[in-house]
């Protein structure tokens, strides 16, 4: 038996709401911040849609110190799924906290707009406009379509609720909340409150007969999961909350991630840039689209920005759902992940790391540290492609990478993977044999698109059937020829959104 872990611990959960102090013992640690809220507090300005992060009727938005501690930054995320002891150490903002002294101006631009009919979206839209506000003084239409890509309306139409957007900055002014992000000062009251929250014990929640740790070392998780073998381990909660909610799974032990300092690092070198299990997808994404910049549309699609705010690029290779859309440029870029344990480290390159369906890798008491990603060389070229239905927040038909080398029109180097074709994502062998050595004209891509017939027997479900998969993963390789040709535009926001 392993010695028990004897670092600092704390039994409470603590956070802020309205300038008070909220603090929690013995509660069920998988309950969600929305059940608390509407639940335990009355306080039912958020609501309750689809309870798995896709409709945005419960965005609120959550306050952390900055890295150097000296301001905030805001967020939103879905309270729906987000379990309530991840709040320890934040600020938790609802609808209800924007209007003490009257409308707030995001809420006053849109009743002059118009923007509200049967209203049980709006708080969840105010949610989402107010975290823009905070974050971005002069959004262009694609970062205001961005931003609400998690809120849902089927009443009001889209339009007024863009012209709230646009003329929510008009009427800014008084205390922080209502200062946008251009004339905000650092809210010294607010950071002082956080920053005496900090601390370096590792919150220990015991309650209906369910374990939750989060840790704030590498050493100390190593400890808590070697001595909790079974545990879950919890990132942003994006994939595991909907284990409770939807699934009403019965997590009896919850190890959090989310406190690892080390974990949370993101480090770029000439050789590589390795991002740590515990950076959002936020977080990760000006890094990848300056060095992939192939990703940008990849990573816009992904989700909407309270998903993005929470979720993980670790959480999505550690899940490993074979239709996770990290995974297949991961493979192509020829990524390894950094595997921590009591043992020590050890690093396995992504195409070895899934067995099966949603099998992995991962030893017991092991967790995912970060990934490496190899920078992307000037001779290659990287493209990826996400099929799904709807064009914001939907999950993959399909999704594709390619890696290419051309020299002298001859292919010398391919790399090609697909998510939503098999058990696993998946590097198509047959396929990249078919190119490399081969002169890149149609005849090779031809005999490229035959040899997936080789690599997949991808299945039919409600996403799409088999033969559209192949057909379409077929037509891919196709698109990718004509666009090297020059013959189309690279990303789809170049077929008609506006800027
Ligand atoms: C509305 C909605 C939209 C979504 N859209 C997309 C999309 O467009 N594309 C897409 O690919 N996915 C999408 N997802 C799925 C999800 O957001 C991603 O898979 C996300 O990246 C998971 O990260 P997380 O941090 O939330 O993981 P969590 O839910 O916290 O964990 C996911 C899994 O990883 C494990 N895990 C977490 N951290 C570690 C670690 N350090 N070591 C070992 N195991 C670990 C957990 O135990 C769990 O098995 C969507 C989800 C929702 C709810
Ligand atoms: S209730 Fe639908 S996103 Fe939370
Ligand atoms: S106003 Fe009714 S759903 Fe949006």
């Not at 939750?212 to 994006?238: I, K, M, W, Y």
């Not at 936020?282 to 910049?293: F, G, K, S, V």
């Not at 064009?391 to 080398?405: E, G, H, M, P, V």
């Amino acid at each position: 038996m392993p010695a028990e872990s004897t670092s600092p611990r704390r039994d409470t959960i603590r956070f802020m709401l309205d300038g008070e102090l909220h603090e929690i013992r013995d509660v069920d640690p998988t309950r969600t911040v929305l059940q608390y809220l509407r639940e335990d507090l009355r306080r039912t300005g958020p609501k309750e849609g689809c309870a798995e992060g896709d409709c945005g009727a419960c965005t609120v938005a959550l306050a952390e110190l900055n890295p150097d501690g000296d301001d905030l930054e805001v967020r939103a995320v879905n309270a729906c799924i987000q379990f309530l002891p991840t709040l320890d150490g934040k600020e938790l903002i609802t609808v209800e906290s924007l209007s003490v002294d009257g409308l707030h101006p995001v809420q006053r631009a849109m009743v002059d707009e118009h923007a509200s009919q049967c209203g049980f979206c709006t708080p969840g839209f105010v949610m989402s406009l107010f975290a823009l506000y905070k974050t971005n003084a002069a959004p262009t239409r694609i970062e205001i379509d961005d931003a609400l890509a998690g809120n849902l309306c089927r009443c009001t139409g889209y339009r007024p609720i863009i012209e709230a957007a646009r003329s929510m900055y008009a009427e800014e002014g008084g205390d922080w909340l209502r200062q946008s992000c251009t004339k905000q000062q650092p809210p010294a009251d607010r950071v002082q409150r956080l920053r005496a929250l900090a601390d370096d014990a590792m919150l220990v929640l015991s309650s209906s007969g369910r374990k939750f740790f989060a840790p704030t070392s590498v050493e100390e998780l190593c400890q808590v999961l070697a001595e909790n073998a079974d545990a879950t381990l919890l990132a942003g909660g994006t994939d595991v909350g909907l284990w409770v909610t939807k699934r009403h799974a019965e997590l009896d032990c919850v190890i959090y991630v989310g406190n690892v300092a080390e974990l949370s690092r993101l480090t770029v070198t000439d050789d590589h840039v390795e991002i740590g299990a515990t950076v959002t997808l936020t977080d990760a994404m000006p890094a990848l689209i300056e060095h992939y910049p192939a990703l940008e549309e990849l990573l816009l699609r992904y989700a909407s920005p309270p998903i993005r705010n929470a979720a993980t690029l670790g959480g999505n290779v550690a899940n490993g759902s074979p239709i996770g859309d990290s995974m297949a440029p991961l493979m192509v870029l020829d990524a390894t992940l950094l595997l921590r344990s009591r043992s020590g480290v050890r690093e396995v390159a992504l195409d070895a790391f899934y067995h099966d369906y949603m099998v992995n890798d991962l030893k017991e008491g092991e967790f995912l540290e970060a990934i490496r990603i190899p920078r992307l060389s000037q001779q290659d070229e990287l493209r990826t492609y996400k099929i799904s239905k709807r064009f914001d927040q939907d999950i993959s038909a399909l999704c594709a990478a390619f890696r290419l080398r051309v020299e002298d029109d001859t292919v010398v180097d391919a790399r090609v993977a697909f998510g939503g074709m098999a058990a696993t994502v998946k590097r198509a062998k047959n396929c990249e044999a078919a190119l490399v050595g081969q002169p890149w004209t149609l005849a090779t891509l031809e005999l490229a698109m035959q040899a997936l017939d080789v690599d997949f027997e991808p299945i039919s479900d409600m996403r799409a059937t088999a033969d559209y998969r192949l057909r379409v993963a077929k037509n891919l390789l196709k698109r990718l020829y004509i666009e090297r040709a020059g013959k189309l535009p690279q990303s789809v926001y170049a077929y008609g959104r506006q800027a």
